[in-house]
């Protein structure tokens, strides 16, 4: 089981501010979670590597060559707010 | 008897070292890796973390990883994953920095560091612990008090380091002192450089370093350490270990304990700061990147690299002194620079090698560092030092208005023997100077007089005469010899 303490600190480490309702609901959607993972244990994977990537391939590199890039402009036209060409991003308290 | 209390500090240091590598192009993605550029003009969706764009590795980073692993003697790891690291920050758009964990991709080195003694031969072995690939942060241009900015706004983002390849290089905590701390530093630095690995300039965070630092407890065991952040100069470096280690040693003194914490060092003031804990929560939840695939670094593949690998300065500076005869320190001083040594192979080649080694560690060397040039933007070619050297060694120019020809050549990259014509810098002939002589001794009749009665003091002013009618032009040694020839009966 989930305790709502452990919900609590996983959601601050990822900056959500959940209502008391939600940390509720969130432990059990994670316990629901860590229930089907465990279901993974009834098997025998003895001889199983953890695998971390469905393709069996490695060494999948590019050459060290420069590709388009975006403009200054097209960079920042998403951003909700910018200054002098910069992302102005809200101050972190 | 009475046993005087005794403290004995004995400061336990270890570095962690963030090193931007020499590649065209950043770690994920195909932006170009600059510095000093207008803000946010290399960027793509891969660097600036938009959902759904894939980062695929730079094989030349890997490789230059492998090349630095195996020059700081460490086991180079067959299969190394990249694994995501958690934290939130405005630099990481992604909300991770893909970094390596668990399987980096070398491990167990060591490093044997000059200990900065006077024959150089003396070194202290600092142990490498890993060595990973990772991508840099974007640049946080902090707010100051600018009146463009609104409240609400905290800092303002610059993309163009985001992603940029970086190696982690962590150092056992073997380092005894601030001073061999800031030799460790600058001896990565210069085999980095050797390697072609990194340009490592840490004026341009290129070369980044924190510091872990304890006082051992009396008992021998370790005693609580803090982190020392960003200390972004080699001096600093130094400095701030120092610091650190006299307020620890003074919450000692006074019976107090040294809390786990990390620090900022402040140069102005000589001071550490506590930074604020919650910027540094070391709860980062790695797992394996998805978005990557494991590296297999086959035995032929490092070995090929290996086999690629120039020389290491300290391999090199072995051979400068047994080929060329250089003492230990000058061998060093050229070894720790690989242009400055491969300019030196290709003049100590043509002339006297002692002479090759004075010249260019001594006044080339020192017309660099007032020019601020690097070698490849001088005029000077490694055809006019041995032009030059062979001026000096046929009498044809003195040493003394070789360097005033050197300073030319560096300014215009005319040839030597342009210059001392232009100049007329040319050793004055044999004749000519035999009349010189000749005329200051008659224009100074009371001194060589006393010369003539054995006042030998007196012919340093005459030489001085011969200097001044000449520019300074005239072969010392003849001169002197002529004045004395002269003046023996």
Known sequence: ?93 | MQTQERRTYQAVIGLEFHVHLATQTKMFCGCRVTYGEPPNTHTCPVCLGHPGALPVANEKAIELGVMAGLALNCDVSQRAVFARKNYFYPDLPKGYQISQFDEPICTGGYLDVPAGTPDGDETIRVGITRLHLEEDAAKNVHVGTSGRMHGSVGSLVDFNRGGTPLMEIVTEPDIPSPEAARATANYLKDILRAIGVSEADMEKGQLRCDANVSIRNPDGSFGTKTELKNMNSFRFVEKGIAAELARQQEILAGGGRVEQTTLHYDPETDEVHELRSKEFAHDYRYFPEPDLLPLELSRAYVREIGDRMPELPDAMRARFVGRYGLSPYDAGVLAADRELAAFYEEVAAEVDPKQASNWISGDFRALLNESGADLSGSKVTPGHMVELIRLVGNGKVSRSAARTVLAEVFKTGEGPSEVVEREGLGSVEADELDGVVDGVISSNPDEAERVRNGDKKVVGFLMGQVMKATRGNADGGRARELLLQKLSS
Not at chain 1, 39 to 44: V, Y
Not at chain 1, 49 to 63: D, E, G, M
Not at chain 1, 75 to 93: E, G, N, T, Y
């Open chain 1, 1 to 93: 089981m989930i305790s709502e303490e452990q919900v609590r600190h996983v959601a601050s480490l990822a900056r959500l501010g959940l209502t008391e309702d939600e940390i509720r609901e969130m432990g059990g959607q994670l316990d629901a979670i860590l229930d089907s993972i465990e279901k993974i244990r009834e098997l025998d994977l003895a001889d199983t590597p953890p695998t971390a990537n469905p393709l069996n391939l490695s060494n999948v590199l590019r050459p060290d060559e420069s590709r388009p890039e975006l403009t200054s402009e097209e960079a920042l036209a998403p951003a909700p707010d910018a200054v002098d060409d910069l992302f102005a991003v809200p101050r972190i308290d």
